[in-house]
């Protein structure tokens, strides 16, 4: 038999992770291809103990959720290879994907997240503007507020919460100076 060689296409290395306590065994392309983070992290020199390679040794994805995780996963896949089960369906879902998208540098995932989450109307003023300033989406601050001071309902406890107190006051504030002007 001759020299065998390795399809160019249809050999696939994997990476294993560990998040929480499961292990995730997928290619690794699109984690090296789309993600600035992971990239660096497969292009470092190896050492005696390469992680990811089995389920001996998984990378630990320290801090992450399982479900988010997984709604990461159903993106990137679906998207590169048509293999998912089903996109995520719902705000909390795209939101886990627009938040281990901006972690890790999925800058695709990210707008794929963003463009979800902003035909959304399900999400709440205050939720919004606390996701604008966590996940860095500018272009939500300044709409949101202005639609939740023009509300006519004062900022609730919950909603204060939720977005910063700091924020809220500002918001409570504009909404005073924006009353104001109306009664004049």
Known sequence: ???ISKHEQFYMNTVTFLVEDCLFKVPR???ETESTVFKDMFSLPVGDRVEGL???EPIRLEGTKKDDFEQLLKVLFHRT???SPALPMNVEQWTSVLKLSTLWGFSTLRQAAFN???RSTTIPLAKKIALGYQYDVESWLLPTMNELVRR???ITMEEA???GFETALKSDTSMTWS???YLL
């Open 1 to 3: 038999m001759g020299e």
């Open 29 to 31: 392309s699109p984690f």
């Open 54 to 56: 089995n389920d001996d």
């Open 81 to 83: 290879n048509g293999l």
């Open 116 to 118: 979800r989450l902003s």
């Open 152 to 154: 006519p309902e004062p």
């Open 161 to 163: 919460i939720c977005m």
């Open 179 to 181: 009353l104001g002007c």
